[in-house]
């Protein structure tokens, strides 16, 4: 035989087999041939192994491990120390690094876009008065010269009248400096339910100024509050597709420092998913993310401007429809069945009929998505497992079924769910329906739930964390409303204190409604494994195991055992995508 045919048939054998293993189809390939000794030298030359000090999977194969390989972006294998020593063939791994792995955080509820526009404006959290108010928007304004044109206005947010003496801002307040003049400025208060304006944005404005629109207030010049606020932001000239670019990019910068590897993105309109689908490619897009549709118009039928899918790299998927079925609790939005405590003449308001919410929720699930429903009050929830129980009892044949029909197919979830009527609560256990909860939003609330409430409303009904446990509850953080911090969200819902003050309403350690409390483990897979659920994406998300998307944390301290005062001080030391390191902490 000539010796290139010899070489030809030696070759072809390796070139398929590295075709096939970079495919990933070493997954099916039999347990005997990966055993093979060959076989693992082989196999070592497309596998990173890495190795901690521990790593816990979540998994209930095998929960607690120290090494794991990756291949093709997802773990090929998870395995304890032990068995390197064995095998000479991972030579390749010197030694174990030190750390503590964890499956990458997902948050179950939070807003990507708005996000990163939180990010590019002037930070005036914590600020003491208004002259630290004005020497940050001065900072501000040095370095980012561009800002404040009538196409691209000045935004912050974070304010407090408060802190200025108990005085609301005016306009002249923002003509700061001669670099000030004529700038386009609007900076939200702390509670983004006012917004405070400069003299060119009231310019715009017709004068004199049309009646304030009924809940809305203009409590001093180029002060706008509440539903007054629309009379400003129809003005305000939406970012364009670079800077929406710009906000996801930096969205996701600053989500990776903190642990998370992906999000639930809480209402996405069209564009935005055609927007989103065109970086979901690109390199620095490290954010996995599953997006709930939302039509142009709120609480439509729109299926014809969306579809269902996923990115063959994992990074993006849609399949879950946003509904609204109500407002907030602090703005007695919320739509309730018996009148709020502090207001007896009113039970907040629906944004949708029954009628309307039940026949689009069956619209939705019959071209196959998901139903995400928007709920706070516990009429709104009443609404929304109505709008459920109506439709599994419509798509699934068999009536005594229709929990296994929502696992199955479903999983309709109710987002935020926060005060559910116990009879709710239990056709919530019936069907299996998923609550989406945000627990920083029980500790930044609970200074007004209970008045909203009452006391017997507010224990029976509001805030349930480890009542609702066996539905599973997927947790986040709705940000930008709240910090993106999952440790934060971690802290509160382990300990019903603000991860703020570290206290309760009364100032102590004892939590608010500590019975509500849940344990770290279980923190832990409401950001992980039940958001994965919750996406459909179990198995691959949230969790350490063969076939998983290789994305792990890596911490300084196990999370068991840790004092809880610490959890909400937690950082990360790295952060890993796809098996691609995103974020690695200064220092390390
Ligand atoms: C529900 O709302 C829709 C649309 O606003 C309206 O057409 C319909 O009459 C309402 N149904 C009821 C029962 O109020
Ligand atoms: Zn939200």
């Not at 003049?181 to 304006?197: A, S």
């Not at 516990?378 to 109506?390: G, K, M, S, T, Y």
């Not at 769910?417 to 009879?423: N, S, Y």
């Amino acid at each position: 035989m000539p010796a290139h045919t010899i070489l030809f048939w030696v070759t072809l054998p390796v070139l398929l087999g590295v075709i096939l293993y970079q495919i990933g189809l070493q997954t099916l390939l039999p347990a005997s041939i990966h055993e093979y000794a060959g076989f693992k030298v082989f196999r070592s030359l497309f596998e990173d192994t890495h190795c901690y000090t521990s790593v816990t999977t979540l998994s209930s194969g095998l929960p607690n491990a120290e090494c794991f390989s990756v291949s093709n972006g997802r773990f090929s294998r998870v395995f304890e120390y032990d068995l390197i020593k064995q095998d000479s063939s991972f030579d390749a791994v010197k030694d174990a690094r030190a750390g503590h792995v964890y499956p990458g955080l997902w948050d179950g509820h939070g807003h990507l876009v708005q996000y990163g526009e939180l990010l590019n404006s002037v930070n005036l959290f914590g600020s003491e008065s208004m002259a630290e108010v004005q020497d940050r928007l001065v900072q501000y304004k040095a370095d980012h010269p561009e800002e404040g044109t009538n196409q691209h206005w000045m935004r912050g947010v974070g304010w407090d009248q408060a802190k200025f003496n108990s005085n609301w801002p005016t306009t002249s307040d923002l003509e700061i400096n001669e670099a000030f003049k004529g700038q386009y400025v609007m900076l939200d208060r702390v509670d983004v339910h006012c917004i405070w304006v400069s003299d060119k944005v009231l310019d715009l404005l017709p004068s004199p100024l049309p009646e304030v629109p009924a809940g809305g207030e203009i409590v001093a010049k180029g002060v706008f509050c509440d539903n007054a606020m629309e009379m400003v932001l129809e003005h305000y000239p939406k970012p364009g597709k670079d800077r929406k670019t710009k906000f996801v990019k930096d969205a996701m910068d600053e989500l990776n420092k903190l642990g998370i590897v992906g999000m639930h993105d809480a209402g996405v309109v069209p564009s935005e998913l055609m927007l989103y689908e065109e970086l979901s490619d690109d390199k620095d897009w490290t954010v996995r993310v599953n997006a709930m549709i939302e039509c142009d118009a709120r609480n439509t039928f729109c299926p014809h401007d969306v579809k269902k899918f996923s990115t063959p790299n994992g990074k993006f998927h849609v399949r879950s429809v946003k509904l609204f079925g109500d407002g907030a609790l602090g703005s007695w939005g919320s739509a309730m069945i018996d009148p709020y405590s502090d207001k007896e003449t009113s039970t907040g308001s629906l944004l949708v009929n029954a009628t309307v919410l039940s026949s689009l929720t069956h619209n939705w699930a019959a071209e196959g998505y998901q139903v995400n429903i928007h709920a706070i009050g516990d009429h709104a929830n009443r609404l929304a497992v109505d709008a459920f129980e109506i439709t599994l009892k419509l798509q699934c044949p068999e009536i005594t079924k229709l929990k296994r029909c929502q696992q199955e197919k479903f999983r309709f979830r109710i987002e935020h769910a926060q005060i559910i009527h116990p009879d709710d609560q239990r056709r919530m256990f019936e069907l299996g329906i998923i609550p989406s909860i945000q627990p920083t939003h029980a500790t930044s609330d609970m200074g007004y739930a209970e008045s909203r409430l009452g006391k017997q409303r507010t224990a029976d009904e509001a805030y349930r964390m480890r009542s609702l446990l066996p539905l599973g509850p997927v947790l986040g953080s709705d940000f930008p409303v709240e910090p993106a911090n999952i440790f934060e969200g971690m802290y509160a819902a382990t300990t019903r204190r603000s991860p703020r003050t570290g206290l309760d309403l009364s100032g102590g350690k004892i939590g608010w409604y500590p019975e509500e409390t849940l344990t770290v483990e279980d923190a832990l897979k409401g950001f992980t494994t039940n958001p994965a659920y919750g996406a459909f994406l179990d198995g691959k998300a949230g969790v350490i195991q063969e076939g998983a998307w290789a994305d792990w944390i890596v911490l300084d301290e196990p999370l068991e055992g840790l004092d809880l005062e610490d959890l909400r001080k937690v950082t990360v030391r790295e952060t890993w995508v796809g098996g691609e390191l995103v974020y690695q902490r200064p220092g390390h």
